[in-house]
């Protein structure tokens, strides 16, 4: 949950680099709460609607930030995002990416996001 909140505070943060926990911890999250609201909109179809579509635009410029920030956190512009509207191709190509692992050191867009929280804790 602490991802899903560093998120949500990064709220339009499109600079730096995101790791790949931070990535899909704060898709995971995103996700069970969708799943909520639509089990919710099953029960009461007007009020869980109007919650769905409230949370899904909220969430849209955090979720477009972390996923450009997962692109450079592997070395690729943000508008490599484009690539989505690709039918197939382009969504298989985005997956490859966010699963792969970042690069290691410093990048042209910042420092490794994984060896600073290292550096951190000891």
């Not at 998120?7 to 069970?32: P, S």
């Not at 690539?83 to 190509?93: D, M, R, S, T, Y």
């Amino acid at each position: 949950m602490d991802w899903y909140l560093k998120v949500l505070k990064q709220y339009a943060d499109f600079r730096g680099r995101a790791r790949r926990k931070e990535y899909w911890m704060f898709t995971l999250f995103n996700n069970i709460i969708i799943f909520i609201i639509s089990a919710f909109s099953s029960v009461m179809y007007k009020v869980g609607l109007a919650l769905y579509v409230i949370y899904t635009l909220a969430m849209f410029v955090p979720s477009l930030a972390v996923s450009v920030r997962r692109l450079h956190d592997v070395g690729k512009s943000g508008w490599m995002l484009l690539l989505g509207f690709l039918p197939v191709i382009g969504w298989i190509w985005l997956l490859i990416l966010a699963v792969r692992e970042g690069e290691p050191g410093e990048n042209m867009y910042g420092k490794n996001p994984k060896e600073e929280t290292t550096s951190e804790v000891m």
